[in-house]
């Protein structure tokens, strides 16, 4: 009776999950669709790999300048229709840059203000959709529910569609973009139909607001005093930086260091996510099996190894053994994170802190852009590599004594941090440390 049970339980994880999902699933595809095709749009207009660079940095700078802010109104507003909104405005700058490119118009200064605008969009729409899981799935789902995530992640976002964004850019260069416009709109649809789901708190409407630095910091000030997550945060701020100086001109390595074209180096990129789509399938079991410290640890070891990897290597089939190793560690890492955090972060702050947490993550990203172009010109496409390499080596045996004590600490910090209801509290209290939990670029 009790494995019956557990097997109806584990059936499905609901409709508004689903439907998150289908919408996730839907602007994965244009999302992916464009990895692809913008690095090569940058491409065909300039040769310079510090302008190429500075593209993914134009991008991700917007969580550096308002990640904090767009985090006050993710938890003031309602991430539903918030999700709407910003998705009908992601389609309409994208749909802007397609007809930019289809008009000859385009230019490194017009593809700069469109991502630019997008990345500013993502800071709230990333943001609202990571708060809503948590809210549409019970607390011990959440190891599924976030891997499926990554399943579609990486089966959609980063190997199926940027192929097809490849090929689409050799068809009609403005193609790819409206794809993704069209995308974005049907994606704002499927959150417009999700209706407001039963177990989250309650919020107060009427309560007085602080002014919007008093709530920034009260977000600060949470993620700051729970030592596993201010950990994590500050270790990711620094594997972004350095993974994303090399991926930042990984369309010059690929042309000039390994000789592909533009459907290569789609195919390139597919390889990433055939080991995050492993990885993800993987990530449950990993996490019941290992204790978060081996887990954490491991991750150090395999994102240097991944830069090793890459400096060295010459052939493709190397550099894609390279890229599925680091695919599947990087979907298993994610899983653990993101699992770690919706159990701790209370709804009420979720928004807040979560902007604190992709400030790190995501910023670490766009410093990472706008160093990798300099860095390739100065000592060639592998210098971003063996760079990450040394920085990398340096940080594993900085971070390795304490990620050591986070499976004790997130134990620990847990049930107490989260303002879980006394049931959640028990259940997540009386779990042994290696059941406690389940990278995006995150």
């Not at 019970?138 to 192929?163: C, G, I, K, T, W």
């Amino acid at each position: 009776m009790r494995r019956e049970g557990r097997r109806v339980g584990r059936a499905g994880l609901g409709r508004p999950f689903n439907t998150l999902w289908a919408a996730t699933a839907v602007s994965n595809v244009g999302d992916g669709i464009v990895k692809a095709a913008a690095p090569l749009l940058v491409a065909s207009v300039t040769d310079s790999p510090a302008l190429i660079g500075w593209a993914v940095f134009v991008q991700q700078s917007p969580w550096l300048l308002f990640s904090l802010v767009s985090g006050v109104y993710v938890d003031r507003l309602d991430r539903r229709r918030l999700i709407v909104v910003i998705n009908l405005l992601r389609g309409a700058v994208i749909g802007g840059l397609a007809l930019a490119v289809w008009g000859d118009a385009v230019s490194v200064p017009v593809i700069y203000v469109a991502g630019f605008l997008l990345g500013t969009c993502e800071t709230l729409g990333d943001n609202a959709s990571a708060a809503l899981i948590p809210a549409t799935v019970r607390s011990e789902d959440l190891p599924r529910a976030n891997a499926r995530m990554q399943v579609v992640l990486y089966v959609v976002n980063h190997f199926s569609a940027p192929p097809l964004g490849a090929a689409l850019f050799v068809v009609a260069a403005a193609l790819p973009f409206g794809v993704n416009a069209v995308t974005f709109a049907l994606a704002a649809l499927l959150i417009s139909t999700l209706r407001e789901t039963g177990g989250t708190p309650a919020r107060e409407p009427a309560r007085e607001r602080q002014r919007v630095r008093g709530e920034i910091a009260e977000g600060v000030r949470w993620l700051w005093d729970q030592p596993t997550i201010r950990m994590i945060s500050v270790t990711l701020a620094l594997m972004n930086i350095t993974l994303v100086a090399g991926f930042s001109v990984l369309v010059l390595y690929a042309r000039d260091r390994l000789g592909l074209g533009e459907i290569g180096y789609g195919l390139l990129l597919s390889a990433t996510a055939a080991g995050g789509l492993l990885g993800a399938l993987c990530a449950v079991r990993l996490s019941e099996r290992f204790r978060t410290s081996t887990l954490l640890r491991a991750a150090l070891v395999l994102e240097s190894l991944t830069h090793l990897g890459l400096a060295l290597a010459h052939a493709a089939w190397l550099v894609t053994s390279v890229l599925v190793m680091f695919g599947a560690h990087n979907a298993v890492f994610g899983v653990v994170v993101r699992t770690l955090r919706q159990r701790m972060v209370p709804d009420a702050l979720r928004g807040r802190v979560e902007s604190v947490f992709m400030m790190f993550s995501m910023g670490g990203s766009a410093l990472g852009a706008l160093i990798g172009g300099p860095i390739a010109f100065a000592l060639g496409v592998t210098g971003p590599f063996w760079i990450a390499f040394a920085v990398m080596t340096a940080l594993t045996l900085v971070a390795w004594r304490p990620f050591g004590r986070a499976t004790a600490e997130a134990a620990r910090g847990g049930p107490t941090a989260s303002g879980n209801t006394g049931r959640e509290a028990s259940r997540d209290g009386d779990e042994p440390p290696a059941n406690e939990l389940s990278r995006d670029l995150g």
